[in-house]
């Protein structure tokens, strides 16, 4: 186990995310704050977000499910506890702290349903432009650290989680400045034993001293390596 003498770290799950892509990478966030560029900003996926929000908080007050969850028929409803707005505050979220590793590791989730047992089982919403709706790695890891969050924090979870998908609709033969989405519910399995390991793992990587080998499939580092090679190769003006 890590000292505790050393600083406390702070990591996101999408941190644990990019540990688990990129070590390397990871390790440079971490250690010495130099981040990755970032993307383009998920702008519509953000407002569709903001909206469902919107929406099930209407159901959550009147004690109902959103009709998108009737085919499950669930003995649930929309989690309504005090630690909910905190839960989805992106800069708090589900967080948990470890003694032995003087880290936190959080994330914010879109919403919970809480069953009759009181088990919780989390819901995230995606939007996609995609036909076909794919459940990525990524998706499902996700999920799987949010279960394992509430897990540490006492709260007994469902061996399942929720997304409910918002599909753009193309076929309507023109924009009109209306954008139809259809709405489907997935379930999928999560198995969260895997998240403690690898917090741990992460944790010692960001205290190391030395940078940690890159992923083979790291585009960054690839980019960042083929700098550094022809930057020793050719004339460099430092002035450009």
Known sequence: MTAKI????????????????????FW????????????YPYTLSAAVDYLVKQ????????????????KEELDAKLFSGDKLADWRNNFRGVSYFDE????????????VLEFSDGSLAVVDYKSSGSKEITIYDDYQKQMEIY?????????????????VFYVVQKDGGGFTNVLPF????????????????TFERAIE???????????????????????VEVRGAIPWDSNI
């Open 6 to 25: 050393q600083n406390t770290i702070k990591i996101s799950r999408s941190g644990l995310k990019l540990f688990l892509d990129c070590p390397r990478c």
């Open 28 to 39: 440079l966030d971490v250690h010495h704050k130099i981040k990755r560029p970032p993307g």
């Open 55 to 70: 929406e099930f908080d209407k159901y959550r007050v009147d004690g109902k499910l959103p009709p998108v969850f009737a």
């Open 100 to 111: 032995n590793l003087n880290a936190i590791l959080y994330g914010a989730v879109d919403d």
């Open 147 to 163: 279960s394992w969050l509430l897990q540490r924090n006492g709260y007994q979870t469902q061996p399942h989680a929720y997304f």
């Open 182 to 197: 259809r709405e489907e519910l997935r379930r999928v399995d999560v198995k969260p034993d895997w998240v403690g390991d």
């Open 205 to 227: 990587t960001a205290r190391q001293e030395t940078a940690p080998v890159n992923s083979d499939h790291c585009d960054h580092c690839h980019y960042v390596d083929r700098v």
